[in-house]
Structures are given as C-alpha cells and as structure tokens.
C-alpha cells in the first residue's frame, strides 16, 4: 500500500491555519490529520465541524478525521458536512462501534477504528470486514508532542498480521519523528501521522527527510 504522510493539525500555528495548512499541501503532505477533541473523551478541546468546514476551502487534499470524543455518533454527519474524507472512531467511546461506523459509510466516505494504547488489540477483530483503516495511537490521546509508546511497534506488527491481505491501512498517531518514523514502518504501519516533528522549523525539508526514510524502509522491504 502505498505509504501516506498524514500532518497534523494540531501543532501548527492557529492564528495562522490557512498558511499552514497550505505550507503542508505545498511540501508534500498527502493528508490533513484533524485532531477532535471534547473536553471529555480526552482532556483537552480542539475545534468542531463548522470551523473545519472553513479550514476546508484551504487545500484540497483529504481531510483525516480523528474524534477523540465521547459520543461521535450525533457529530458524523456534521463532520462529513465539515468535508472529512475519511473518519476514525475510537473503540473505546460510548457509542455503538458498528453504528458509528454504519453511519461513517453511509456518506460514502472511508471509516476507521482508533485503538488507544492501553486496548487491547483484539478489540479491533469484530470490525475487519467493515473498515478502511485501523488508527493505532502510540500516546495517550490529547497531546501532540509526547514521547513515542515503544510498546506501540509490537502492536502494529499484531494488528498488521491481524488484517492479513485484507485492503485496510495501519496508521499510526503520535511521536513519530526522524528517529521512531523507521520502527513504525518496519511494524507495519503505511499511514504515518506527525505533528510537532513535521511543524518544526522548515517543513519542506522534514518532509523531504520523511520521504527517504520511508523510501530507505519500504525498498528494504
Ligand atoms: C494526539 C493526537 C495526535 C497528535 C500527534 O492525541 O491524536 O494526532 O497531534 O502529534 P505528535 O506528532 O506531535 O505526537
Ligand atoms: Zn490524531
């Protein structure tokens, strides 16, 4: 499959996300990774869909949309109004996964299942057949810039043999940097997401450096 970069949002400057959504495009970037947060599911709040909707008219590569809130279930619509592209639901919220996920594909974009580090990865099993992607966070959801779970390589390359041949991608969310980039490929993952790493001074060359781990890793391969 082939690799994708996916940039988070959350580490650019929010006085400037116009300009910093389009640096991203501009250098590269395949996706924007949009992080949702209620206040609740995690201890932290980010943006809801109608400012995404304006964030939308900025680039035209696929919004990536991760709600890391307790209830997606009454927010997907207005989310895919807001122009996501692909939506992930964590395993753990109180909504109904199948629901979720139902509804997901009902617009007829991309659904996904995120797994926090301390779920077991089993609990993504029942849902195989049904999703597009599997979101594995290697931190504790809420924060950009944490430090790389190290237990998270041996979570991707189970939930890798767990997906086999099926056409679902194995993304993988936080810390992921010049020095972890390498262990997360070599797990598995196809779907890198990093904020703080790509955000960090010039963003054309992290790109760039990103581009030839991943050519050093995936030629390997
Ligand atoms: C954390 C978010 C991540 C975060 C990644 O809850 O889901 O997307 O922004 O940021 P970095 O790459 O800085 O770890
Ligand atoms: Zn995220």
């Known amino acids: 499959m082939k690799p994708i970069i996916s940039i988070s949002m959350l580490s650019a400057d929010f006085a400037h996300l116009d300009r910093d959504l389009k640096a991203a495009e501009a250098a590269g970037v395949d996706w924007i990774h949009v992080d949702i947060m209620d206040g609740h599911f995690v201890p932290n709040i980010t943006i809801g869909p109608n400012q995404m909707k304006d964030l939308r008219a900025s680039v035209s590569i696929p ?7 307790s209830h997606p279930l009454s927010y997907i619509d207005a989310f895919v109004e807001g122009g996501a592209d692909l939506i992930t639901v964590h395993v ?14 009902s617009h007829g974009i991309k659904a996904g299942i995120v ?25 504790y959801p809420g ?30 969310d936080g ?47």
């Open 63 to 69: 919004f990536d949309v991760h709600l890391m809130i």
């Open 92 to 105: 753990e919220c109180e909504d109904d996964t199948d629901a979720c996920l139902n509804k997901i594909k």
């Open 115 to 139: 797994i926090s580090p301390d779920t077991p990865v089993t609990a993504v099993e029942p849902y195989l057949d049904d999703i597009d992607m599997v979101l594995v966070m290697s931190v």
């Open 143 to 172: 924060f950009g810039g944490q430090k790389y779970l190290t237990k998270s390589s041996d979570r991707l390359k189970a939930l890798k043999s767990m997906i086999g041949k099926r056409q679902i991608r194995l993304e993988v």
């Open 175 to 221: 810390g992921v940097n010049f020095n972890t980039l390498s262990d997360v490929l070599a797990a598995g993952a196809d779907t890198i997401v990093s904020g703080s790493c790509l955000y960090h001074g010039d963003i054309q060359n992290n790109i760039n450096q990103f581009r030839a781990i991943i050519a050093d890793i995936c030629e390997e391969k």
